[in-house]
């Protein structure tokens, strides 16, 4: 597998970023989304192993065009410049979390959760992460869950969500505004022999995680 070869179209992407260049070096990005289609299938693989209602999709299921929705932007290049690839058992464009794999030169990463939740949705995970505290803890106060994701959400309510008592003494659990973990790679990470074994492992860790969010989501969607 050439994730080398993926960094690479990438980052000449990134320099020449119109339809022109793109048309020319169509064999690139074929090639390109070959390998990627390769990760993904190995990943799916392996992911079910331990999450078994993944084991259905393909990489189609998972991938995203590369073509930019330039509607509504102010940059208006015509493509994205990384690939990216969400296992979700329900789908990718369901709210239900999974694992999404990103490679980008010099970005690449590994989340897990799911964005755009609705305010109903974020409140009653804040609601089940109340009722359950020490059950949540157990999973994100974790010596491997912390290694991997030290933080939880982009972004954090700056004052205490309505709706709790004052005195709950793990307000920062309910603050996230997502719910997502994540993890950066520099490119050389991809040079690793067992970088794939990593992978998973980030996967695996994040699953428990996962599955409480998807309790309270899909009974919400």
């Excluded at 390769?38 to 995203?64: G, M, N």
């Excluded at 929705?69 to 102010?74: L, M």
């Excluded at 794999?101 to 949705?121: R, V």
Aim: proline content about 5%; glycine content about 4%.
């Amino acid at each position: 597998m050439e994730i080398k070869l993926i960094l690479n179209f990438l980052k000449q992407l990134a320099a020449h970023n119109d339809r022109e260049w793109f048309n020319e070096h169509k064999p690139l990005y074929q090639a390109a989304t070959q390998e990627f289609e390769k990760l993904l299938t190995i990943l799916i693989a392996r992911i079910s192993e331990f999450d078994p209602s993944v084991r259905h999709l393909q990489p189609k299921d998972c991938t995203y065009r590369i073509y930019r929705d330039i509607r509504f932007s102010s940059d208006k290049s015509p493509y994205k410049t990384h690939m990216g690839g969400f296992i979700s058992a329900k789908g990718k464009k369901s709210l239900h979390c999974g694992y999404y794999f990103h490679l980008e030169p010099e970005g690449s990463l590994y989340a897990g959760g799911t964005y755009g939740l609705t305010p109903k949705q974020l409140q009653e995970i804040r609601y089940s992460i109340f009722d359950e505290t020490d059950a949540y803890r157990k999973i994100v106060e974790g010596r491997k869950f912390k290694k991997y994701f030290p933080s939880i959400g982009e972004d954090r309510l700056k004052v205490n969500p309505k709706g709790f008592p004052k005195d709950f003494p793990y307000m920062d659990l309910l603050k996230p505004k997502d719910f997502t973990v994540w993890h950066h790679f520099d490119d050389s990470f991809f040079d690793s022999l067992d970088f794939i074994d990593t992978l998973v492992d980030m996967a695996k860790v994040s699953k428990p995680f996962l599955d409480f969010l998807n309790y309270t989501i899909d009974d919400f969607q």
